[in-house]
T-cell receptor
Framework: ETGVTQSPTHLIKTRGQQVTLRCSSQ?????VSWYQQALGQGPQFIFQ???????GRGNFPPRFSGLQFPNYSSELNVNALELDDSALYLC??????????????FGEGSRLTVL | AQRVTQPEKLLSVFKGAPVELKCNYS??????LFWYVQYSRQRLQLLLR??SRESIKGFTADLNKGETSFHLKKPFAQEEDSAMYYC????????????FGTGTRLLVSP
C-alpha cells in the first residue's frame, strides 16, 4: 500500500510568483484535503476534494485553488504569493463517502518559503 | 467559531510518570474529537478518536461535553512517547474539516 506522497519537499519563491504543489493520495482513497501549517501552529484547513470536486473550503482567499484528477491525485495552486504564505503545506487523503472512516493519512509536506 | 485550545506548548516528564495533555474545544454542535501525533522525522498520524473509545499505545482520552474537553492521558510515560501531539475537532459539515490545536510537545526523559 503506497502512502501519501508530496512534491516538491522544499521550494523557495518570491513575492508575486505562483506555485503548484502536488500530492498523490494513498491507494484506494478518493478524498484529498490540503492544510497549511505555519511555524508553531497547528495545521489549518484550506480545502477538500472528493471525486474531483471541491466540496469544502476553509478561510483562504481565492488565490488558493486546487484540482483533483481522475486518479485522485491533487494539486494546490497559490497565485500572487505573499510573505505570509510561507508555511508547510500538508496533503491528506482519506476514503470519503459510505464506508469511509474519516481518518486522514498525511504526507510529509511541502515547505514553501516566500522571500 | 470552532476552536481547539491546547494550553501547554511543552510538557516535560520523567519516564514512568503519568501524563495528561490538555485539550479544550468550542463547538455548538456534536463534535468528533481526535488526537494526532507526529514523532520525530515522521508524518502526522492518527493516534485515537473519541468514537472508537480505544486505548492506543497506552493512551486514552475521554470526551467530556460538560467541560468541552478531550484530554489525553497515559498512566506511565515511555521515552518513545516523546512527540508532538495535536488535538483536532471535526464538525458534521458534510465534508471532513479538521480544526487543529497548536499542539503540545511531550518530552519524556529517562
Amino acid at each position: 500500500e503506497t502512502g501519501v506522497t508530496q512534491s516538491p519537499t522544499h521550494l523557495i519563491k518570491t513575492r508575486g510568483q505562483q506555485v503548484t504543489l502536488r500530492c498523490s493520495s494513498q491507494s484506494g482513497h478518493n478524498t484529498v484535503s490540503w492544510y497549511q501549517q505555519a511555524l508553531g501552529q497547528g495545521p489549518q484547513f484550506i480545502f477538500q476534494y472528493y471525486r474531483e470536486e471541491e466540496n469544502g473550503r476553509g478561510n483562504f482567499p481565492p488565490r488558493f485553488s486546487g484540482l483533483q484528477f481522475p486518479n485522485y491525485s491533487s494539486e494546490l495552486n497559490v497565485n500572487a504569493l505573499e510573505l505570509d504564505d510561507s508555511a508547510l503545506y500538508l496533503c491528506a487523503s482519506s476514503l470519503g463517502g459510505a464506508g469511509g472512516t474519516g481518518e486522514l493519512f498525511f504526507g510529509e509536506g511541502s515547505r514553501l518559503t516566500v522571500l | 467559531a470552532q476552536r481547539v485550545t491546547q494550553p501547554e506548548k511543552l510538557l516535560s516528564v520523567f519516564k514512568g510518570a503519568p501524563v495528561e495533555l490538555k485539550c479544550n474545544y468550542s463547538y455548538s454542535g456534536s463534535p468528533e474529537l481526535f488526537w494526532y501525533v507526529q514523532y520525530s522525522r515522521q508524518r502526522l498520524q492518527l493516534l485515537l478518536r473519541h468514537i472508537s473509545r480505544e486505548s492506543i499505545k497506552g493512551f486514552t482520552a475521554d470526551l467530556n461535553k460538560g467541560e468541552t474537553s478531550f484530554h489525553l492521558k497515559k498512566p506511565f510515560a515511555q521515552e518513545e512517547d516523546s512527540a508532538m501531539y495535536y488535538c483536532a475537532l471535526s464538525m458534521n459539515t458534510g465534508f471532513q474539516k479538521l480544526v487543529f490545536g497548536t499542539g503540545t510537545r511531550l518530552l519524556v526523559s529517562p
